[in-house]
């Protein structure tokens, strides 16, 4: 298994960890409610696979993959280069079009995260990923949030910095799979 260890008992190391969606399921789907915000989380990626965009790869961060026992939602970033959006476009309908536009627009961002349980950030190069990857491990401004004292236990302080998981797609769909199926 490619996904380590937490270095303090609830943080993974600093990095970013390659692993499948499958093993992101074994590891971290150990709450009802883990299983449902992930569900919701592949029904994001399943919408975004049925405009066409295919990302090539996500990286995914947020308490979902913390040891908090009840996450609220997924954070993530997908890249998706714009030459894919671009080949989208040209095959979709005009409400498909309104919907994918919906989805990569940054206004939309919270209501997103409320229907689907997921923050979407996309990222349209590689200097973008670094930047979202930067982000998710050491903070906006190169520094984490505290822990929230309703949702965390007591003992979890905030690391310099933290690991981060990365899923690169796999030709067929294999990483949006239903972990239910």
């Known amino acids: 298994m ?22 992101i399921e074994r590891v971290f789907l ?4 883990r299983s449902n915000v992930w569900g919701k ?27 908090r026992e009840e996450p609220s939602d997924v954070d993530f970033g997908i890249f998706l280069p714009p030459y894919i959006i671009a080949e989208a476009l040209t095959v979709l309908s005009d409400s498909e079009k309104e919907l994918l536009k919906y989805f990569t627009d940054l206004n939309n961002q ?35 949030r505290p822990p929230d004292p309703k949702r965390d236990p007591e003992w979890v302080s905030t690391p310099a910095a933290k690991g981060i998981l990365k899923v690169i797609r796999q030709d067929g769909g294999e990483s949006i799979e239903r972990f239910d199926e």
């Open 41 to 67: 989380f592949l029904d994001l990626l399943s919408k975004l696979e049925e405009l066409g965009l295919k990302y090539e790869y996500i990286l995914i961060d947020g308490s979902f993959v913390t040891g």
């Open 2 to 23: 490619s996904i380590p260890a937490f270095f303090d008992n609830y943080h993974l190391p600093d990095g970013e960890h390659v692993c499948t969606m499958k093993e």
């Open 110 to 144: 919270y209501e997103i995260s409320q229907k689907f349980g997921a923050h979407l950030l996309i990222g349209h190069n590689d200097i973008m990923m670094e930047d979202i990857s930067f982000c998710f491990r050491e903070g906006l401004d190169s520094e984490l």
């Open 30 to 33: 150990f709450s009802e409610k």
